[in-house]
């Protein structure tokens, strides 16, 4: 059975699983599916052709699935999906797709968005992405799994954030980030080295930080042209699959370009 707070208003259409509870003061469109055993706690609007997977949790005053920000935005029929488990806390602002982009945006399974985070059309964020108060980005941005987005920082619209990187509090991010790379600095931030606790966490040895932080140090202060960098690193190191993973998504470079380095010769050295 699902619960539904007296106070809630439901439109008709809306589709909602087993096990649902809607608290108090919550809005659900006639569009949005709930899946088994989300909570919306209260005062929580879910709009749109929004999907809320299994077990999903919206605190407080979050809005999910709301019109993006975009004046070229006419009411097309777009859409919105949060994977399971993901929990979104108080204020968060997440906006569904526009026809120009993708369509929909996504937020993926067993992910975390702190209070007043702001994720806006089209994005698209990878699985156990962690987006810390304050944080904000623009449309059209790409999160690979496990990301880490530090408080109060920002991220341009069309950037992609490489799988395991890690944006510091308050830094911005106007270029793509290498996955595991680190970007440090306020207002506009730069790829300070590799995310070091993240690849830990994930249970990559010394030898195996050491061959990445090495192929990240050829490639963005090795001498010579940038292409000749890539080349040499590809030879050096391209049998690691965290460094073919960087070389990849170096190879399919967005439209925003990399992220400026700021690293030397002297960063890192212990792990």
Request: hydrophobic share 45%; with cysteine; aromatic share 4%.
């Amino acid at each position: 059975m699902s619960f539904i707070h007296p106070t809630a208003i439901v439109a008709h259409g809306a589709t909602i699983g087993t096990g649902v509870r809607i608290g108090p003061w919550c809005q659900v469109g006639a569009d949005v599916v709930i899946e088994d055993g989300a909570h919306l706690i209260s005062q929580v609007v879910v709009e749109g052709r929004t999907r809320l997977g299994a077990g999903v949790v919206l605190f407080p005053f979050c809005t999910v699935g709301m019109a993006p920000q975009d004046l070229k935005y006419k009411g097309e029929p777009t859409g919105c999906e949060i994977g399971p488990r993901t929990q979104v806390r108080e204020h968060v602002t997440i906006h569904r797709g526009t026809p120009n982009g993708v369509g929909v945006t996504r937020v993926g399974a067993d992910c975390m968005l702190m209070a007043t985070a702001h994720v806006a059309h089209d994005c698209q964020l990878g699985n156990n992405v962690i987006v810390a108060n304050n944080a904000v980005m623009g449309g059209h941005v790409v999160i690979g799994d496990g990301a880490i987005i530090g408080g109060a920082s920002a991220i341009h619209q069309f950037v992609r954030v490489g799988r395991g990187a890690m944006i510091g509090g308050m830094a911005g991010a106007a270029g793509d980030v290498i996955p595991f790379g680190s970007v440090m600095g306020q207002r506009k931030g730069g790829l300070a080295g590799i995310n070091i606790i993240g690849l830990r966490r994930r249970g990559f040895d010394r030898a195996a930080i050491h061959r990445i932080r090495a192929a990240v140090r050829g490639i963005f202060l090795g001498e010579g042209v940038f292409a000749d960098r890539l080349a040499e690193t590809r030879a050096l190191y391209g049998d690691d699959p965290i460094v073919a993973e960087i070389l990849q998504f170096i190879d399919h470079a967005g439209p925003r370009g990399l992220i400026r380095a700021v690293l030397s010769a002297q960063d890192d050295d212990d792990d």
